[in-house]
């Protein structure tokens, strides 16, 4: 029987029983609760804010950042290329208008001088992208930022452990945000973060979080009835406690999960290293990858889905990378102008390859994918 490398795999087992136990003893299930806010104070001191918010997942915790630092319509946001559907669709959901930036033809992230080119007087601020984890070039896009009047947010999806020059990912911008999707790095198979350093944008964030209204936990042990007013529109974007309590075991796990990834793709680039038909992905010396995924470049001779095809069938998990946001028929209708053409994030949307990249990948696992991966990408069957 062949081995089967799945591409992604959540590391979850005893220590998320336990916590979800714990949780279920406390009864307080539902969201923005006592296990909420323990996680919040510890995501916040990994990734150096002083402030963190439990969300239901990434995409709330982008509209939330959007929204409290006033994005609406008629407003245009800057946002990297070469990224999921919630990125864009985080602006359209506030009424302003996505403008896209080419990427880093090395770590896919928007390009600084892409995104001042976009700049127009309609123009309120950027939305980089750590592009499956490694962070994007925010020492110049904060001088861009600063030069022009505009805010600054840091889609860290992908981003939980990694470092930009020292710092913590979701400590460089404004308001960065996580995912805590299965796919990502650490996991309570849904959920996300909105993290930032000002307590006046994260505690409208909060309260628009639920509902719009202070969160009930806040009323607990009072000697009176407080009872809330509704002064401003607000959503259900609040993680469960429960999931809160699969996050706090997730996150003590953060550094051997890192570990796990940091040495399988050492592994992949030693298996790789000297084959001409991949150009494998770059880690920049002045920051941590934290390895989301693993994502090769094919040659442009290669048929990406016959390699795809040929790898499934042997059983080694794959994908496509992640999107080109301008070629998408949703933010063309939006835009109101021709969007800017993109060819570095295009090419790398019909290039690009995702291998297995999990925590749990064992020597014999990584044996079988590059051995395939070899033998598959040097095949006559998968040449145009
Ligand atoms: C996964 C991902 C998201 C969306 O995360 P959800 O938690 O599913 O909303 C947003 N941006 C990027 C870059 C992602 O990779």
Partial sequence: ???????????????????????FASGWLSGAGPSCLAFEGEFAEVVGTQHALATANCGAALHLALVVLGAGPGDEVIVGDYTFPATGHSALWTGARPIFADVRPDIWSADPAAVEAQITPRTVGILAVDVFGQPADYDELRAIADRHGLWLVEDAACSAGATYRGRPAG???????????GRKGITAGEGGALVGDSGDLMDLARTLHTYGIAPAVTREGERTLPVPTFETVGYNYRLSDVQAGIMRAQLRRLPHLLAARTASAAAYAAGFGDLEQLTLPVALPDRTHPWQSYVLTLDPALDRGAVALALREQGVGCNFGTYASHVQPVYAAAAGRPLPACPVSADLFARHLAIPMHANLTTDDLEHVITTVRAVVGSDAVRR
């Fill in 1 to 23: 029987m062949t081995r089967t490398v799945p591409l992604g795999q959540p590391t979850v087992g005893e220590p998320e029983l336990a916590a979800v136990a714990e949780v």
């Fill in 171 to 181: 400590s460089l911008a404004d308001l960065a945000t996580f995912s805590f999707h």
